[in-house]
């Protein structure tokens, strides 16, 4: 949970305690958020802001156990215990609560400016963690499965970026292995990644687009300052679009990153009527490429090396990296931009055995789990039901993104006939099955 999200809600939570609010009912964010969802409320939020918001609902709502209404205190103490606090952290605590009881006995009041001061670090603040390589890769693993170089990678970037030393990484592999995912469970856990969909950028000029300066824009100026930025299928981004005077915008596109990466102080000109000029200083900002890159593929077909990652037998270590002259030659990469890339990773298609795997996994990776935890329900699929959902997702690259879909469409027509069960038993096979407590077709 984000710091400023943890601040919110133990603030409002340890203030109805003090109010003598320990037994109030409240109720669980999960059935308030699906309620939301199914009235349409939010249609018109992208699919990020829409991912980022059933993120922290979904973690919000492991403090009710599955029930859909719990007491204040019943909540807070949940929320106590699924909080990890260091020794140092427990005094900070203890003391604070010690003073509010001397308070108390002795009938004197702190001032208020010291009180404030005394929160100005809590033991909730995320920058006091100290975030190993090995921390990183360990909460990546509950959330991608195989995909060991990729994680690595990404955790020693990550601490690197923490530490202020900026890289550049190109991750490189099918849809729905997971490239992408890797940086989608990051952002839960560091706010400054940004994700940003590469072929929605155009180039500075094109009014009523998305251009490379609204990534920094469009955010706090704190944040800018120390941003990772992931761009998801850069490789579409860097192929050749011609335009009628024979101009390549990509290479214009490209242009414009390029200033990014050298590190220096960028000038950014808002648009409209109120345009002004933004300097951002890009010494710490860090970029993450993520793609399939099939057309750089297709363009060294005739060439005898295979990248690797479109084998689907074949294990992490054997996959074969893309070299920075394949992408000079066959992607439509600036050497300029190329040349400033510290790392590529390439990340093999995941199988069929890998995705059914993943459906049975007690780890957070699991859509079931996922699904189980948002509606407080337990959910029952069936191993056949689990064989064609991993045989469709492997094969046509649609990743766990699809098998989530299709079991949440049939866990939606179930919540239909009878929302108010808690056990569902789902299968895309007819069978039946007589004696279950499930609330079966």
């Given at each position: 949970m984000l710091r400023e999200k943890a601040f919110d809600f133990w603030k409002t939570y340890i203030g109805l305690m003090t109010k003598g609010g320990v037994d109030v009912t409240m109720t669980n964010p999960a059935v308030t958020f699906t309620a939301d969802a199914k009235a349409g409320e939010y249609d018109d939020i992208s699919d990020e802001e829409y991912y980022e918001l059933l993120d922290f609902t979904e973690e919000l709502a492991s403090f009710w156990k599955k029930n859909r209404e719990a007491t204040a205190g019943a909540v807070l103490l949940e929320a106590l215990v699924n909080t990890d606090l260091s020794l140092s952290e427990t005094d900070k605590l203890a003391q604070l609560l010690a003073?509010?009881?001397?308070r108390k006995t002795y009938k004197y009041i702190k001032p208020e400016p010291e009180f404030e001061t005394t929160f100005d670090k809590t033991p909730f603040d995320e920058g006091e963690v100290e975030w190993t390589p090995q921390m990183i890769y360990e909460y990546l693993?509950?959330?991608?499965?195989?995909?060991?170089?990729?994680?690595?990678?990404?955790a020693i970037m990550l601490y690197n970026h923490l530490k202020g030393r900026r890289r550049n990484m190109i991750l490189a592999g099918p849809t729905g292995c997971g490239k992408t995912e890797i940086w989608r469970s990051l952002q839960k856990r560091f706010p400054f990644i940004k994700i940003v969909n590469g072929p929605q950028i155009a180039c500075d000029g094109w009014k009523g687009s998305y251009h490379v300066k609204d990534i920094f824009l469009e955010e706090p100026a704190e944040k800018v300052k120390k941003m990772l930025i992931v761009i998801d299928e850069a490789d579409k981004l860097f192929e050749p679009s011609i335009g009628s005077a024979g101009v390549d915008y990509s290479r214009k596109i490209q242009n414009e990153f390029l200033k990014i990466m050298d590190g220096d102080k960028v000038d950014f000109v808002s648009e409209g009527n109120d345009a002004k000029k933004t300097t951002i200083d890009c010494s710490h900002v860090s970029f993450v490429f993520c793609g399939s890159f099939e057309t750089l593929l297709q363009n060294r077909e005739d060439k005898p090396a295979t990248i690797g990652f479109f084998q689907n037998t074949a294990p992490d270590e054997e996959a074969e990296s893309i070299t920075i002259e394949d992408l000079v030659e066959y992607g439509n990469v600036r050497?300029?931009?190329?040349?400033?890339?510290?790392?590529?990773?390439?990340?093999?298609?995941?199988?069929?055995?890998?995705?059914?795997?993943?459906?049975?996994?007690?780890?957070?990776?699991?859509?079931?789990r996922q699904l189980e935890k948002l509606y407080m329900v337990n959910l029952s699929v069936d191993d056949k039901t689990k064989r064609i959902l991993a045989e469709k997702a492997a094969g046509k690259n649609l990743g766990c993104r699809y098998m989530r879909s299709q079991i949440q469409s049939m866990l939606d027509e179930k919540m239909f006939d009878d929302p108010d069960c808690r056990n569902f038993k789902l299968s895309l096979v007819e069978e039946k099955e007589e004696g279950l407590p499930w609330c079966a077709a």
């Open positions: 003073e509010a009881s001397e693993d509950e959330n991608v499965y195989r995909q060991e170089n990729a994680k690595k990678a990404a050497r300029e931009i190329a040349g400033r890339i510290q790392q590529i990773v390439a990340l093999n298609a995941l199988t069929v055995d890998d995705f059914e795997h993943i459906l049975n996994s007690r780890k957070q990776m699991s859509p079931i």
